[in-house]
């Protein structure tokens, strides 16, 4: 199986701010991950779709880059509503397909 | 717009059988454009995709769960299911039922949720 990285597990920030989330991956996937966000008591939402294609209704804040094993998503301006559980998911393997264990933003 | 529901109940007792079901408005499980999947979240293990079925009745599952999943489609009530046997307390996590676009598995839309309590 391959195995997802996240780091860090826990970021503080404030809002106007600019931040990173890593998602490393245990072997190549090319560009197969996505990256959703997730706040408490909802589904996971899918912000990213292979590795920096914006979902559509999306704000431009979020973007996406990488190839490979090492994949980044940043927020370029933190807006209140951005304050949630940020995940990593690849999409190179079937079966299983694994997520990331995760990364909570929270309001300095 | 696609909406996706879960229901079933809250509550299975040990060694006995977790059945979901997922239904689907705003489009249809007979499209040969997506797949249907199960996804839980546990505090202990986070996101576990639990597998997928296509308009077909082709289905993959993870391995891990494999022995124990059955996914079934039912196009006629817009609907898939889910039954997970033998369960366990660590069966407990909220169960999600999602659509994936296929070729590189992405979750576009998420049912909201429904909590699966593993207790006697």
């Known amino acids: 199986d391959i195995q997802m990285t996240q780091s860090p597990s826990s970021l503080s920030a404030s809002v106007g701010a600019r931040v990173s989330i890593t998602c490393r991956a245990s072997q190549s996937i090319s560009t197969y991950l996505n990256w959703y966000q997730q706040k408490p008591g909802k589904a996971p939402k899918l912000l990213i779709y292979?590795?920096?294609s914006l979902q559509s209704g999306v704000p431009s804040r979020f973007s996406g880059s990488g190839s490979g094993t090492d994949f980044t998503l940043t927020i370029s301006s933190l807006q209140p509503e951005d304050f949630a559980t940020y995940y990593c998911?690849?999409?190179?393997?079937?079966?299983?397909?694994?997520f990331g264990h995760g990364t909570r933003l929270e309001i300095k | 717009q696609v909406q996706l529901q879960e229901s079933g109940p809250g509550l299975v007792k040990p060694s006995e059988t977790l059945s979901l079901t997922c239904t689907v408005s705003g489009d249809s499980v007979s499209s040969d454009s997506y797949y249907w999947s199960w996804i839980r979240q546990s505090p202990g293990k986070g996101l576990e995709w639990i597998g997928y079925?296509?308009?077909?009745?082709?289905?993959n599952y993870n391995p891990s769960l494999k022995s124990r999943v059955t996914i079934s489609v039912d196009t006629s009530k817009n609907q898939f299911s889910l039954k997970l046997s033998s369960v366990t307390a660590a069966d407990t996590a909220v169960y999600y039922c999602?659509?994936?676009?296929?070729?590189?598995?992405?979750?576009?839309?998420w049912g909201q949720g429904t909590l699966v309590t593993v207790s006697s």
């Open positions: 292979a590795a920096s």
């Open positions: 079925i296509y308009y077909s009745g082709s289905t």
């Open positions: 998911q690849e999409s190179h393997s079937t079966p299983p397909i694994t």
């Open positions: 999602a659509r994936d676009r296929g070729a590189a598995t992405t979750f576009d839309y």
